[in-house]
């Protein structure tokens, strides 16, 4: 079993930055897969980005390319996602999610694990 725990969200003015952490316990940190996903009010949850088991392949959703960056730190059993240039549209609940398997996916549903949630709010 793998426990997620989120932290670092909060409220920004457009244009600003933030950085979210996911810590993980419970299970082998660096032998398996991490993402992010994020759910809008009213919206399903999507991809936000993804990281393989040793951060040396990493994928973004288009929507973040070029603004935000996923990495991680196997010794703290923790990932990041570095937000700039953040947009009211980036507004969600963003979450981390493990994999049991070393390459990213997609799909939420390729995920076994989830944090509870770290809230983001981008104010126009």
């Known amino acids: 079993q793998v426990q997620l725990v989120e932290s670092g969200g909060g409220l920004v003015q457009a244009g600003g930055s933030l950085r979210l952490s996911c810590t993980a316990s419970g299970r082998t940190f660096s032998t398996y897969a991490m993402g992010w996903f994020r759910q809008a009010p009213g919206k399903e949850r999507e991809f936000v980005a993804a990281i393989s088991f040793s951060g040396g392949t990493t994928n973004y959703a288009d929507s973040v390319k070029g603004r935000f960056t996923i990495s991680r730190d196997n010794t703290k059993n923790t990932m990041y996602l570095q937000m700039n240039s953040l947009k009211p549209e980036d507004t969600a609940v963003y979450y981390c999610?493990?994999?049991?398997?070393?390459?990213?996916?997609?799909?939420?549903?390729?995920?076994?694990?989830w944090g509870q949630g770290t809230q983001v709010t981008v104010s126009s």
């Open positions: 999610a493990a994999r049991d398997g070393r390459w990213p996916r997609y799909g939420s549903s390729e995920y076994d694990y």
